[in-house]
């Protein structure tokens, strides 16, 4: 395993009206953040939030290319983005206690916060397909280039980890600075990682390590 310190290249927010940051995507052109009971489109170059979408938004956050997906409490909502109407309803794993989400090979990816699990389900039904194990808490969770990384929190410690996307063995860390939070994961779709802050209501954005 290799480990070396986040390279955090910008940070947004904080933002008003918002205390915590829940979920985090990316949807080709802007971040999607949840914030409690919204969902908001933030500008990555510009900074600005554009809009919000009335919605619950306790965890994570999804974009298949079309729709939005997100976390409300026991259930995963899809969304149109552009009237925020709520399309279909399906169950999240456990009944709850879901962290992140996020849209790979034609599914949903589920983080599971104190169970440390990452559940791969079924956007139609969200019949669970199968369940990655981790050895600490999970809040984020992306998938990008055939590597799944996610975040995690523990006390005064973050990070971002690269795990075996069969055994749940880490293969990378990236460490985030002392005392920071880490809640909602979602890599721009190249070098850029976005994660919300926990506590706080900021974004970071972190450069992913070259790869070789």
């Known amino acids: 395993m290799t480990?070396?310190?986040?390279?955090?290249?910008?940070e947004y927010g904080p933002f008003p009206g918002v205390e915590k940051i829940h979920g985090v995507s990316f949807d080709g052109r802007h971040v999607w953040f949840a914030s409690g009971d919204r969902l908001n489109e933030l500008d990555?170059?510009?900074?600005?939030?554009?809009?919000?979408?009335?919605?619950p938004a306790h965890a994570g956050t999804a974009?298949?290319?079309?729709h939005l997906y997100q976390i409300a409490e026991d259930r995963i909502?899809?969304?149109?983005?552009?009237?925020g109407t709520v399309?279909?309803?399906?169950?999240?794993?456990?009944?709850?206690?879901?962290?992140?989400?996020?849209?790979?090979?034609?599914?949903l990816w589920v983080g599971q916060y104190r169970d440390r699990k990452i559940h791969q389900i079924d956007p139609q039904t969200g019949r669970?397909?199968?369940t990655i194990e981790s050895n600490r808490f999970v809040t984020g969770v992306t998938w990008v280039d055939g590597e799944l990384w996610h975040g995690t929190w523990e006390g005064e410690e973050s990070e971002l980890r690269r795990v075996d996307p069969v055994s749940g063995e880490v293969r990378e860390s990236l460490l985030m600075p002392a005392g920071t939070g880490l809640s909602g994961l979602e890599l721009d779709g190249g070098?850029?990682?976005f994660c919300g802050s926990g506590d706080k209501s900021t974004i970071r954005a972190v450069r992913r390590p070259p790869r070789a």
């Open 44 to 55: 990555p170059a510009g900074g600005e939030v554009l809009r919000s979408i009335a919605v």
């Open 3 to 10: 480990r070396s310190d986040a390279d955090v290249a910008r």
């Open 77 to 83: 909502q899809k969304l149109d983005p552009e009237t």
């Open 87 to 107: 399309l279909a309803t399906i169950p999240a794993p456990g009944g709850g206690g879901n962290s992140g989400l996020t849209w790979a090979e034609g599914s």
């Open 128 to 130: 669970t397909l199968r």
């Open 63 to 66: 974009f298949d290319g079309k």
């Open 191 to 193: 070098e850029l990682f």
